[in-house]
């Protein structure tokens, strides 16, 4: 991955959050995760992406988070469920914007969405991987982007 191919899903990201809520997210430096261990937070959406490029990128996000994102949303609902949805199609949107860059040879898989923290994602061990580290709203996220 070159540093073009990060700011793709920095990029993604931030949109994401501005077009859903009207609040910014702020987005740290991005850093490698060591693939002996994961980074998960309360809900945690997948995105298998095979084609010219393989891996894997995934949102995680604390409840607390998600709570607040749904009712910015104007959800008066909440429950786990709700949870699952959203934190799948926060993956959803940002990996199907890198696709909208990188190509029809981007090909994403639907979200798998994981409720509660796992006790570890296996990543690919040939592959970098960098955590994103995301801020809204004052709660704290990670997308998690594996490609070769």
Not at 80 to 87: E, G, I, S
Not at 124 to 134: A, D, G, H, T, Y
């Amino acid at each position: 991955m070159h540093e073009g191919d990060l700011q793709v899903f920095i990029d993604g990201t931030t949109h994401y959050f501005q077009q859903t809520s009207q609040e910014k997210a702020t987005v740290g430096t991005p850093y490698l995760l060591d693939t002996s261990t994961s980074l998960c937070y309360d809900f945690t959406g997948i995105i298998g992406v095979a084609g010219r490029r393989k891996g894997c990128v995934y949102f995680s996000a604390p409840t607390t988070m998600l709570t607040h994102l749904l009712t910015s949303l104007g959800e008066t609902e909440i429950s786990t469920a709700y949870h699952c949805d959203l934190v799948g199609e926060v993956a959803n949107t940002i990996s199907g914007n890198a696709r909208k860059m990188f190509g029809k040879d981007f090909m994403i898989s639907v979200p798998v969405v994981i409720a509660g923290e796992p006790e570890r994602i296996q990543l690919p061990k040939n592959i970098r991987s960098f955590v994103i580290p995301i801020t809204w709203c004052q709660h704290q996220a990670a997308l998690v982007i594996s490609l070769e």
